[in-house]
């Protein structure tokens, strides 16, 4: 059965940075999968944020955090990361990862939060002075 642990969030000023992690396993397709971050702001709709594939490793960022925020992904370590430089208070949320099968693309972020009823319990990232 797959798991999916998040970890790495806190409390930071806004212009800080963090580096959030997440560990899968059980998965039956790591290898052909592809692995994104996904964001909750209270009282919001969950957002996609970013992606990664196995394969090619092409990513996809959203616009707001285009340029700030860097996925990267440790196929030995079965593990997903996303380096977050240059924090915005609207950055605040609970974030979550997740695995399917797929190309990464906006599409398939979108994929995920209409298909996903079952998240792992993510890493709360606060971004405030």
């Known amino acids: 059965q797959l798991q999916v642990v998040e970890s790495g969030g806190g409390l930071v000023q806004p212009g800080g940075s963090l580096r959030l992690s997440c560990t899968v396993s059980g998965s039956t397709f790591f290898d052909q999968n592809v692995l994104g971050w996904f964001r909750q702001a209270p009282g919001k709709e969950r957002e996609g944020v970013s992606c990664i594939s196995y394969n090619s490793g092409r990513t996809y960022y959203t616009g707001s955090v285009q340029g700030r925020f860097t996925i990267s992904r440790d196929n030995a370590k079965n593990t997903l990361y996303l380096q977050m430089n240059s924090l915005k208070p609207e950055d605040t949320a609970m974030y979550y990862c997740?695995?399917?099968?797929?190309?990464?693309?906006?599409?398939?972020?979108?994929?995920?939060?209409?298909?996903?009823?079952?998240w792992g319990q993510g890493t709360q990232v606060t971004v405030s002075s």
């Open positions: 997740a695995e399917d099968v797929g190309a990464c693309s906006a599409s398939w972020l979108q994929f995920v939060l209409g298909a996903r009823t079952n």
